[in-house]
Nanobody
C-alpha cells in the first residue's frame, strides 16, 4: 500500500513560520517528483511547490515564491515544505503528492501526480 502522510500543520500568526512534512511508506521517494498543493474552502486545489526526482530543480507558485522552500531527505523518505512569512491567504489544507512519471523539471499541475496524502490544515490568523 503506497501512502503519503502530511504533518506539521497548525495555527500560526501572520508573519510566522511552519514546516510541513510528508512521509512516505510502501515506496521510496527517491525516484518521484514531489509536489505540495493546497486547497481553501470553496476554491480549487492549487500547486504550491514541487521538487524534481534529482532534487536539482524546484518550482514555486508566484504567490509563495521567496517565502516557501521545498526540500527532500531521501534517507528519511520525507519531503518538507518550509513556510515563512505566512499570510492569512495561505490558510488551506495542504497536500503532498508524488509523481513517478515526471522527468526533469517538475510541474505544478495536480493531474501530473499519482499518489496523494490526506492533507494537513494550516491556519494563519491573528
Amino acid at each position: 500500500q503506497l501512502q503519503l502522510v502530511e504533518s506539521g500543520g497548525g495555527l500560526v500568526q501572520p508573519g510566522g513560520s511552519l514546516r510541513l512534512s510528508c512521509a512516505a511508506s510502501g515506496f521510496t521517494l527517491d525516484y518521484y517528483a514531489i509536489g505540495w498543493f493546497r486547497q481553501a474552502p470553496g476554491k480549487e486545489r492549487e500547486g504550491v511547490s514541487c521538487i524534481s526526482r534529482s532534487s536539482s530543480s524546484t518550482n514555486y507558485a508566484d504567490s509563495v515564491k521567496g517565502r516557501f522552500t521545498i526540500s527532500r531527505d531521501n534517507a528519511k523518505n520525507t519531503v518538507y515544505l518550509q513556510m515563512n512569512s505566512l499570510k492569512p491567504e495561505d490558510t488551506a489544507v495542504y497536500y503532498c503528492a508524488a509523481a513517478g512519471q515526471l522527468i526533469g523539471r517538475c510541474v505544478l499541475s495536480k493531474n501530473s501526480y499519482d499518489y496523494w496524502g490526506q492533507g494537513t490544515q494550516v491556519t494563519v490568523s491573528s
